[in-house]
Nanobody
Framework: QVQLVESGGGLVPAGGSLRLSCAAS????????MGWFRQAPGKEREFVAA???????YYADSVKGRFTISRDNAKNTMYLQMNSLKPEDTAVYYC??????????????????WGQGTQVTVSS
């Protein structure tokens, strides 16, 4: 079992930066592929970035070159550094984890554990 808590969201002007954190409890964090997703009002939850155990990283085309996903297994924490933010990045951001032994994925339905979400608002 993994419990996830996001933090670091807020209001930022376009072009600004934020760093989201996802603190995980449970002894399986280091063996769990992790991901960030986001959901804007009236839209489906969409993939943002994912990180494997190696770690290898994967990004949605819309954030590639602007966002960086990382993990610190010693701290049981995953991060999402977001630079050059745009108004279209406005959404609730969720961190998610897959069960031990699973591969990294961009599909929300394949994740087993979710945080409560943190709001990111980018003003124009």
């Amino acid at each position: 079992q993994v419990q996830l808590v996001e933090s670091g969201g807020g209001l930022v002007p376009a072009g600004g930066s934020l760093r989201l954190s996802c603190a995980a409890s449970g002894r399986t964090f280091s063996s769990s592929p992790m991901g960030w997703f986001r959901q804007a009002p009236g839209k489906e939850r969409e993939f943002v970035a994912a990180i494997s155990l190696k770690p290898s990283t994967y990004y949605a085309d819309s954030v590639k070159g602007r966002f960086t996903i990382s993990r610190d297994n010693a701290k049981n924490t995953m991060y999402l550094q977001m630079n050059s933010l745009k108004p279209e990045d406005t959404a609730v951001y969720y961190c998610a984890a897959r069960n031990t032994g699973a591969g990294v994925s961009g599909r929300p339905k394949e994740y087993d554990f979710w945080g409560q979400g943190t709001q990111v608002t980018v003003s124009s």
